[in-house]
Antibody, heavy 119, light 107 residues
Framework: QVQLQESGPGLVKPSETLSLTCAVS?????????WGWIRQPPGKGLEWIGS???????YYNPSLKSRVTISVDTSKNQFSLKLSSVTAADTAVYYC????????????WGQGTLVTVSS | DIQMTQSPSSLSASVGDRVTITCQAS??????LNWYQQKPGKAPKLLIY???NLETGVPSRFSGSGSGTDFTFTISSLQPEDIATYYC?????????FGQGTKLEIK
């Protein structure tokens, strides 16, 4: 059974960089599929942040592209998100997920982790 | 950018009712449309992919249809455990957008 687990600080100061890691178990990232990050502000809808292919190719939401970096570490079977220059508007539950193909059928999700941006 | 318009934003129905949610894309997205269920405090769960394909393990009372710009998600007979928020999600040119969500409640 494929499982994903987000980890990282729950509180980040404004203007700093948010960093999260998604550990994958039950499937080897290097075997294929795409791996993505999605966020959900409290009480609001879902927003795709970006995705990475197992080879390391990345693509991002244009609205966040200038601040986002997604990377993969196949040796640790995990992938990571960095979001720079955060503001209160970046407060959200952050999910990592696997998706089947470039059409983004998100079939496995992490439980999500709340990140609050506040001084 | 493609915009997704999901309606209604909320819906109240009785157990056993047929429930329908629609999602409209601002331009043709072929059948690149998926539907998710999200219960409070939980991650979304994939129900339907490529507009009409039922994900493995999902009850058959859930179904989807449509192509191009207009899509429909249906619960044939609403069950108490179906109370959740439902989202459509589209793909276009390596960009993914979710609908605004439909909150489904029991009447």
């Amino acid at each position: 059974q494929v499982q994903l687990q987000e980890s990282g600080p729950g509180l980040v100061k404004p203007s700093e960089t948010l960093s999260l890691t998604c550990a994958v178990s039950g499937y080897s990232i290097s075997s294929g599929y795409y791996w993505g990050w999605i966020r959900q502000p409290p009480g609001k809808g879902l927003e795709w942040i970006g995705s990475i292919y197992h080879s390391g190719s990345t693509y991002y939401n244009p609205s966040l592209k200038s601040r986002v970096t997604i990377s993969v570490d196949t040796s640790k079977n995990q992938f990571s998100l960095k979001l720079s220059s955060v503001t209160a508007a970046d407060t959200a539950v952050y999910y990592c997920a696997r998706h089947r193909g470039f059409t983004a059928i998100f079939d496995y999700w992490g439980q999500g982790t709340l990140v609050t941006v506040s001084s | 950018d493609i915009q997704m318009t999901q309606s209604p934003s909320s819906l109240s129905a009785s157990v056993g009712d047929r429930v329908t949610i629609t999602c409209q894309a601002s331009q043709d997205i072929s059948n690149y449309l998926n539907w998710y269920q999200q219960k409070p405090g939980k991650a979304p769960k994939l129900l339907i992919y490529d507009a009409s394909n039922l994900e493995t393990g999902v009850p058959s009372r859930f179904s989807g249809s449509g192509s191009g710009t207009d899509f429909t998600f249906t619960i044939s007979s609403l069950q108490p455990e179906d109370i959740a928020t439902y989202y459509c999600q589209q793909y276009d040119n390596l960009q993914y957008t979710f609908g605004q969500g439909t909150k489904l409640e029991i009447k």
